[in-house]
C-alpha cells in the first residue's frame, strides 16, 4: 500500500448484495446449499463491489461484507457458543415483546428473516471472524483495505439473553470478558496480516443516550436496559479499550451511527453526539467514523485528538448528494478538524441488514463516485 | 359434506376468562377488548385477528402443497383498527361503533418459486378461505404479500 492521500475515500463497510446471493444465503441457511457453492457465488459478489469501489476513486477499500448476513450476527458461524437465532425464534424468549414486535413493524419485514447470534455456551473464537476476508481482498486489490467487525458492546449486550446464556454467564459483564478475548485475538491477527484499517462498529451506543429507555432496535431488546445509560457507557468503554489495548500498526476507527435499518428517517434515533462525547474521548481509536450527512446527527463535535470520518452523504437517500453539498459539508468541517485529520465516506453502510439494504449498488457508486471527486478537487486546492 | 356445522360452547364462571370447548380441545379466551397490555388473557377480537391472519398464512401453505410450490417460509403481520374503541367503553357522546373498521394484512413469502406462481396460491389462498370471505362483508380489507428473498 502506497501513502494515502489527503481526505482518503472508504466506505462504512456494507455493499447491498445481489439477489442471487440473497438466495444462496438463504439456501445455506437452510442446509441446502454448501459452503464451497456459496463462497463461490459470495467471492464474485465481492470482486464486483470492489471493483465498483475502485471505479469510483474509493482510496480504502472494503469486502462490502458480501460473506455476512449482516455487520454482527456472521460471528456465530465462527464462535464456539453462539447459535444464529432468528427473530421468530426470540420472540418466545425477549423479555420486552410489545417493543420487540414495535421494531419489527418498523423493519417491515418477517420475524424469520432477520437472524441474530445469541450466546448459549461458553465463546470461543473457533474459527477466524474477518481474517480469510482480508486474505482474499489483498489478493484481488492493491488499495489499503478496511475490515470493519461488530464492537464489544454490541457483541456483548446483543448476544446476552437471559433464558440462554445466563448458564454460561451469570451476568452479561461475564459475557463481556470473552468477547473482549475473542476480538482481541482477531484485532491481533489482522493487524499482523497487514490490514490497514479496522473499525468497529458500536452502533448501539446512540440508543443508551437517546431513546428515553424505550428499547429501538432488536440488538438491544433481548436483554430490557434496567441500567443507568451513563454505567452502561463507562462498561462500553471499558469493553472497547481493552480489545484494542496494546495494538499497534494498524488504524483503528470506531464507528457510531443513529440506525440503518429503514429508509424512513422519522424511525431512527436522533440527537448530537455530545452526550456520547466524554466516553468517544476516551476509546483508544484513532479515528471516529460518524454520521453528519442526516440532519438528526445534530452539529459536529470536536474531538481534537482523533481522526473524523465524516459522514458526507446519506446511504438511505436515493438522492444522489452533488459535489457542491459535499464540498460545503467537508469545508464546514474544516472549520473545526485540520485537514490532515479527515476522511470521507458516507454516513453507514449500504447494505446493513443483506435483505434489508438502504441502497443499490448503482446509486452507492454514484454516490461514493461524488464523495471523491470532492476529494480530488480539495486535494488540487492544497 | 355440502352441510357443515361447527358446534362449540363457550362458559364464563364467576370471571373472565372463558373457556371454549370445541371437538376434543378447549381454550381460553379473555373480555372482547382490552387496553391494557400487560392484560393477561388473549381477547375475543384479538382471537378473531390471530384467526384470519392464521387462515390466511395457513391457506397460502395448503395452497403451495396442493400445487407442489416450494416455500420455506411464510408470516402474516395484522393491523386491525377499530371505528371507535370509546363505544365499546360506552362513553357518553361518542359517535360510531366499537367493530372493527378496517384491517390491514401483509403476508411476507420466502419461496424459489416464480413470482407468478406465487401471485397464483395468493388469489387462490384468499379466494378459498373461508375468513377472508367473511370478513370482506363486514371490514375494509387490505391483503397484500411482499416476497422476501
Ligand atoms: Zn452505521
Not at chain 1, 474509493?58 to 449482516?70: A, F, K, L
Not at chain 1, 448476544?159 to 448458564?167: H, Q, R, T, V
Not at chain 2, 401471485?119 to 422476501?148: C, G, M, N
Request: proline share 6%; with cysteine.
Amino acid at each position: 500500500m502506497s501513502a494515502l492521500p489527503l481526505f482518503p475515500v472508504t466506505t462504512v463497510g456494507s455493499w447491498p448484495r445481489p439477489p442471487a446471493l440473497l438466495r444462496a444465503q438463504r439456501l445455506k441457511r437452510l442446509g441446502r446449499m454448501s459452503a464451497e457453492e456459496f463462497n463461490r457465488l459470495a467471492d464474485e459478489a465481492v470482486l464486483e463491489a470492489l471493483r465498483l469501489q475502485e471505479e469510483a476513486g474509493v482510496d480504502v477499500v472494503t469486502d462490502g461484507e458480501q460473506r455476512r448476513d449482516n455487520f454482527y450476527s456472521f460471528v456465530s458461524e465462527k464462535l464456539d457458543g453462539v447459535r444464529l437465532m432468528t427473530l421468530a425464534e426470540m420472540l418466545d424468549v425477549v423479555e420486552d415483546k410489545a417493543g420487540f414486535e414495535r421494531i419489527l413493524r418498523t423493519l417491515d419485514a418477517p420475524a424469520y428473516s432477520i437472524s441474530t447470534a445469541t450466546c448459549v455456551g461458553k465463546v470461543r473464537r473457533r474459527k477466524p471472524l474477518a481474517l480469510d476476508d482480508l486474505r482474499f481482498l489483498k489478493r484481488h486489490s492493491t488499495k489499503a483495505i478496511k475490515v470493519t467487525l461488530p464492537g464489544p458492546y454490541l457483541l456483548t449486550r446483543s448476544m446476552y439473553l437471559p433464558p440462554l446464556s445466563s448458564e454460561a454467564y451469570p451476568t452479561k459483564e461475564d459475557l463481556g470478558e470473552d468477547v473482549v478475548q475473542v476480538l482481541w485475538e482477531e484485532v491481533q491477527a489482522l493487524a499482523q496480516e497487514g490490514v490497514d484499517f479496522i473499525q468497529l462498529d458500536e452502533p448501539v451506543l446512540t440508543e443508551l443516550v437517546f431513546s428515553q429507555g424505550q428499547t429501538r432496535t432488536f440488538m438491544c431488546a433481548a436483554l430490557a436496559a434496567r441500567k443507568d445509560p451513563a454505567e452502561e457507557l463507562e462498561f462500553a468503554l471499558a469493553l472497547l479499550n481493552r480489545v484494542v489495548k496494546g495494538i499497534s500498526g494498524v488504524r483503528i476507527g470506531l464507528h457510531v451511527c443513529r440506525g440503518n435499518w429503514s429508509q424512513k428517517e422519522e424511525t431512527l434515533l436522533s440527537g448530537s453526539y455530545h452526550p456520547l462525547s466524554p466516553y468517544l474521548k476516551q476509546m483508544q481509536v484513532q479515528q471516529l467514523v460518524l454520521e453528519y450527512a442526516t440532519q438528526r446527527a445534530g452539529d459536529l463535535v470536536s474531538f481534537p485528538d482523533k481522526e473524523l470520518g465524516l459522514g458526507v452523504v446519506n446511504p438511505r437517500l436515493e438522492r444522489v448528494e452533488t459535489i457542491d453539498d459535499i464540498r460545503r459539508a467537508v469545508e464546514r468541517a474544516l472549520e473545526t478538524y485540520p485537514a490532515d485529520k479527515l476522511w470521507l465516506n458516507p454516513d453507514c453502510g449500504f447494505g446493513t441488514f443483506s435483505n434489508r439494504p438502504v441502497s443499490q449498488p448503482e446509486i452507492a457508486a454514484r454516490k461514493l463516485a461524488n464523495i471523491s471527486a470532492v476529494a480530488r478537487l480539495l486535494r488540487e486546492q492544497g | 359434506m355440502n352441510e357443515y356445522t361447527c358446534d362449540l360452547r363457550a362458559a364464563v364462571q364467576d370471571s373472565e376468562p372463558a373457556t371454549v370447548y370445541i371437538r376434543k380441545h378447549r381454550f381460553s379466551v379473555g373480555a372482547p377488548l382490552h387496553f391494557d397490555q400487560e392484560y393477561p388473557y388473549i381477547t375475543a377480537l384479538e382471537h378473531a385477528l390471530g384467526a384470519l391472519a392464521a387462515d390466511i398464512a395457513g391457506g397460502l401453505q395448503a395452497a403451495a402443497r396442493r400445487h407442489r410450490v416450494p416455500v420455506d417460509h411464510i408470516e402474516a403481520v395484522l393491523t386491525g383498527r377499530l371505528n371507535n374503541p370509546l363505544t365499546y367503553l360506552g362513553v357518553v357522546g361518542e359517535e360510531g361503533h366499537p367493530g372493527l373498521e378496517r384491517v390491514a394484512v401483509t403476508v411476507y413469502v420466502s419461496s424459489p418459486a416464480a413470482q407468478e406462481e406465487v401471485q397464483r396460491l395468493w388469489i387462490e389462498t384468499l379466494q378459498r378461505s373461508p375468513l377472508v370471505s367473511t370478513f370482506r362483508k363486514a371490514v375494509h380489507l387490505e391483503l397484500s404479500y411482499q416476497i422476501v428473498l
